[in-house]
């Protein structure tokens, strides 16, 4: 919520209701609409715990009317015979054994899918992907059918090969032969996974922009410097280096502190090359840099130029009075 608040980050709350009561999920829903955070992604519509039917989006909308924008979420898949995409559901992607999925089973999660949009859903997100191909044809088969709202696309870099097998693995994602086939040279060669992992991700982000959708979602894994990489590669930046405010107790501003609207460089610099979260403190991990001319200078510094002004201002004011 501060980052929404306080830095101008769009927030989107993802609500899982996977055993959940519904009155826990109700409170996440109040806690957050306090908040001023308008923004869910709704996942997996399982019924919750002491439910026999649930299905999460038709819940927010009754219960909250259009105050949240929902977000639904698709899931890549191979389908036999045929590309496709596959969202969410019931199921979930327990439906694809060894990368592949029946054509019966895909038209189920489509039509699965379109019913949550019509229950309520304004906007598609999809779980990582490495085929291109697949998804523009999940979109055009979607439009098919009647679905409408636009569609934000997830894109993983690759960041090093344990990770990119052991996350394709867990959800189950098709691997293009010809990525396979670049990255067996290379995958004890950390820097060179990683620069292949840019140009992979560079070449999809161009051909999905290129296709008419607008958004892109870059997975970061709480590192940005392979997604920096790519936005710069595919030259998708802002014209100012901050973003205003659309949380909705501030999107009135009209001013900013000025620490924030002078000195955005060395807020970045800063923070450049720290490459994970501390788990439960604040440590001495040499991924966040050092800093030398921290608190206990600056203070002395300024304290001693405001004694400065201070003698100067009575000498001045007693010459005067003289």
């Known amino acids: 919520m501060q980052k929404q608040n306080m830095v101008c980050v769009e927030t989107m709350m993802h609500l899982t209701c996977t055993n959940m009561p519904v ?22 519509g399982d019924p919750p715990h002491g439910q026999d039917k649930f299905v999460q989006v038709k819940h927010i909308r009754a219960q909250y009317g259009d105050f949240f924008g929902i977000t639904v979420a698709g899931y890549p898949g191979w389908i036999a015979n045929s590309f496709s995409l596959f969202s969410f559901s019931e199921g979930h992607p327990d439906v694809i054994q060894n990368g592949v999925a029946t054509e019966e089973a ?35 088969d979607w439009r098919q059918i009647g679905i409408t709202c636009p569609v934000v696309p997830g894109i993983m870099p690759i960041n090093n090969y344990k990770g990119f097998i052991g996350m394709t693995g867990f959800c189950k994602t098709k691997i293009p032969a010809e990525i396979t086939a670049a990255l067996d040279p290379i995958k004890d060669n950390e820097e060179a996974v990683k620069a292949y992992g840019i140009h992979l991700g560079t070449e999809m982000c161009k051909k999905i922009l290129a296709s008419g959708i607008k958004t892109l979602h870059l997975y970061t894994l709480n590192m940005e410097k392979s997604a920096l990489a790519i936005l710069m590669e595919c030259k998708i930046s802002r014209s100012l280096p901050w973003r205003r405010p659309t949380n909705v107790f501030r999107v009135k501003e009209d001013v900013r502190s000025i620490f924030w609207a002078i000195c955005p460089n060395s807020y970045i610099s800063r923070t450049i090359g720290w490459d994970q979260y501390p788990s439960g403190r604040w440590g001495r991990n040499a991924s966040y840099g050092a800093l030398t001319d921290y608190l206990a200078s600056a203070y002395h510094c300024t304290l001693v130029l405001c004694c400065v002004f201070f003698v100067q201002a009575l000498s001045i004011i007693y010459h005067s009075g003289d």
């Open 106 to 140: 895909y038209q189920n999660e489509l039509a699965y899918l379109k019913k949550k949009v019509d229950a309520g859903g304004e906007v598609i997100i999809t779980q990582l992907f490495y085929d291109t191909d697949i998804f523009l044809k999940f979109v055009n």
């Open 23 to 44: 009155e826990k999920i109700d409170h996440a829903l109040s806690t957050i609409k306090s908040n001023g955070i308008q923004n869910v992604l709704a996942l997996r």
